[in-house]
């Protein structure tokens, strides 16, 4: 099993969710963070006055699912989460060595 987790601007979600769903992906969660990569953040100005946003707020999503579904799941984010504009996310893969549904005991595979 995998873990993939895509950090993302947050206008994409709606494209992403339904690529996803289109790959057949059943269970994501999806978080709303903050922070920066090369860009570190950027300057906006409000009335007049010039500042810094820091932290830039993204999109997270996290799937775990069969080896299988790693290249499709990739593939889905890559074609939807691009603007090809600086800022528009990362994706990253990792192993996971189990999985538990807590409802019935299932363990692995199944538990997803």
């Keep these: 099993m995998k873990k993939v987790e895509a950090i993302f601007r947050p206008f994409k979600l709606d494209e992403v969710k339904e690529a996803l769903l289109e790959e057949g992906i059943r269970g994501l969660t999806i978080s709303e963070v903050r922070g ?21 707020p993204k999109i997270k999503i996290e799937i775990v699912i069969d080896d299988s579904l790693v290249e499709k799941v990739v593939d889905a984010i890559l074609r939807t989460a691009k603007t090809g504009q600086v800022g528009d996310g990362k994706i990253f893969i990792s192993e996971i060595q189990d999985a538990i549904r807590i409802r019935t005991d299932e363990s692995g595979n199944e538990a997803l």
């Design 36 to 56: 920066y990569g090369r860009q570190k953040g950027h300057k906006e100005t409000y009335r007049g006055s010039e500042y810094q946003i820091e932290f830039v």
